[in-house]
């Protein structure tokens, strides 16, 4: 099998901005200080025996506030240099509309001019900068509107994208506007878990159908001011499979990814790449978790290396270049990370050579970071580089060496 990568392959990582700038004033901000003490006692109930034993950090509420997080915001050089030194050529993060727009309609120039100082720092590293737009969190005063449920959500969403693409176009070229629609939203309309904690499907709706109008106005938007942007969103992707009798196991895995890729069926029209993130594949069982064979990561995720190489062929239909603009896994002592990103590539190499057009890898994430679904915390390891919350020192692990062999080699031996 040929493990060579196409020429001209990105090969890089991605981060978002709550998760590791710090010191952000947001919906989630204030959310956290409210319900940190509420977390930390949740967590007996909520992860396992060996969880709880290898991460008692999770009992400590300061786990689930973000705080400096990582200080990438006046860190973020430093972290490009690592980047810069383990070969990456791209670089994933998301500009943070709270700080763009603290207030409803008042741009903060000073803001736009950081994000833009980011964009040339890796520019002048030689790295090709992807753009999120919104990835989870939101102003204080969209919330207090209604957020996504609210009608005017929408104007206020397009607001603050046209004013980031007029004012970025000539550095950016690859634009990400939405992050995982359906499990943001999940999460934070439909469960309830994480902000705006709304609960319930009457308020999942309209925000879902919202924010699905949003994005192809945007889309639009977007190219109006620059005709030769790349536009797309991030889909959480999870192949569906059942080990349930067929064909009744079959008939539920096809009914759970068509709600689940919904998102993305609605906008196909409006997408110049698909983003993919792939963590692991959805299994409808009877057995509860007894169905997962192998390894599991630190937040007891399967590690499932050929649902990769499954997501890729059912994604192949839509005919589009895709980025895989997330994958990764919790592994704080970096003992599985380094065979989790070969196989990885393995099963999307073979993808490839199947004729699905994937064009780029973003590992997640460069850093140690604040871990956002269902709100985790700091415990959960995610980086190529281990970050030391106390000193704020870097230090890149096994996994950041082992890819950087990849990267050089542009592909696997």
Not at 242 to 255: L, N, Q
Request: glycine letters at 8%.
């Amino acid at each position: 099998m040929e493990h060579r990568f196409p020429e001209g392959f990105l090969w890089g990582a991605a981060t978002a901005s709550h998760q590791v700038e710090g010191n952000t004033h947001n919906n989630w901000s204030e959310w956290e200080k409210k319900n940190a003490e509420r977390l930390a006692g949740e967590a007996k109930t909520k992860f396992a025996g060996w969880q709880q034993e290898k991460f008692p950090e999770m009992f400590n509420p300061q786990n689930y506030i973000s705080g400096r997080a990582c200080d990438h915001y006046n860190l973020y050089e430093k972290d490009f240099d690592l980047a810069k030194s383990g070969g990456h050529n791209a670089h994933r993060f998301s500009i943070e509309w709270s700080r763009i727009e603290p207030e409803e309609g008042r741009f903060d120039q000073k803001e736009i001019e950081h994000y833009r100082k980011v964009i040339l720092a890796l520019r002048e590293r030689g790295i090709e900068p992807f753009v999120t737009l919104w990835h989870w969190t939101e102003p204080i005063w969209f919330q207090e509107l209604g957020g996504w449920d609210s009608a005017r959500s929408i104007n206020c969403f397009l607001r603050f994208v046209e004013k980031i693409t007029i004012e970025l176009k000539d550095e950016v070229k690859f634009w990400i506007v939405i992050n995982e629609p359906n499990v943001g939203l999940g999460f934070g309309y439909l469960k309830g878990s994480q902000p705006p904690a709304k609960k319930g499907l009457f308020k999942f709706l309209p925000a879902y159908f919202n924010m699905l109008k949003a994005y192809k106005m945007a889309y639009r938007l977007i190219h109006q001011i620059d005709s030769q942007a790349k536009v797309g969103f991030a889909h959480s992707f999870s192949p569906c499979e059942s080990d349930i009798m067929w064909p009744f196991g079959r008939i539920a895995a096809s009914i759970a990814e068509f709600f689940e890729n919904f998102f993305l069926s609605s906008s196909k029209k409006q997408l110049d790449f698909i983003g993919c993130n792939y963590y692991s594949r959805f299994m409808i069982s009877l057995k509860g978790n007894n169905f997962q064979k192998g390894e599991i990561s630190d937040l007891g995720w399967e590690i499932y290396p050929q649902g990769m190489y499954i997501a890729m062929l059912r994604l192949k239909k839509y005919d589009l270049p895709i980025y895989i603009t997330e994958n990764g896994l919790a592994d704080a002592d970096d003992s599985r990370r380094p065979e989790f990103i070969r196989e990885h590539l393995k099963w999307l190499r073979k993808s490839i050579n199947e004729g699905v057009d994937v064009k780029g890898y973003f590992h997640w994430s460069l850093l140690d970071n604040y871990e956002f679904p269902d709100v985790r915390g700091f415990w959960p390891r995610f980086g190529l580089i281990e970050i030391d919350y106390k000193t704020l020192e870097r230090k890149p692990r096994e996994s950041f060496y082992a890819y950087k062999k990849i990267i050089e080699n542009n592909g696997l031996e």
